[in-house]
Nanobody
Framework: QVQLVESGGGLVQAGGSLRLSCAAS????????MGWFRQAPGKGRKFVAS????????YYEDSVKGRFAISRDNAKNTVYLQMNRLKPEDTAIYYC?????????????WGQGTQVTVSS
């Protein structure tokens, strides 16, 4: 069983930055594909970014390309999401996801979520 704990959310003004962290336990993170999803009020959970197990490949949803950067430190079993030039539409609960397969899928492990609020 994999446990994921997110941190780093909060309230920030538009144009500001936040860095989210997700610490994995129960399995070494180097064996996990990991990523981030978000759920805005009244909407479904949507993909934001992901990173492969070795950290060599990253993927982003179009609206965050050039503003967000996902990275991982397998020695610390942690994945990060650096969010720059934040916009009010980035406001959401951000969830960390992990999967022992080559990518994220329908059977991901999930964290409890961390709230990100961007004020205009």
């Amino acid at each position: 069983q994999v446990q994921l704990v997110e941190s780093g959310g909060g309230l920030v003004q538009a144009g500001g930055s936040l860095r989210l962290s997700c610490a994995a336990s129960g399995r070494t993170s180097s064996s996990l594909s990991m990523g981030w999803f978000r759920q805005a009020p009244g909407k479904g959970r949507k993909f934001v970014a992901s990173i492969t197990r070795n950290g060599l490949n990253t993927y982003y949803e179009d609206s965050v390309k050039g503003r967000f950067a996902i990275s991982r430190d397998n020695a610390k079993n942690t994945v990060y999401l650096q969010m720059n030039r934040l916009k009010p539409e980035d406001t959401a609960i951000y969830y960390c996801a992990a999967n022992p397969g080559p990518g994220l899928g329908g059977d991901n492990y999930w964290g409890q979520g961390t709230q990100v609020t961007v004020s205009s």
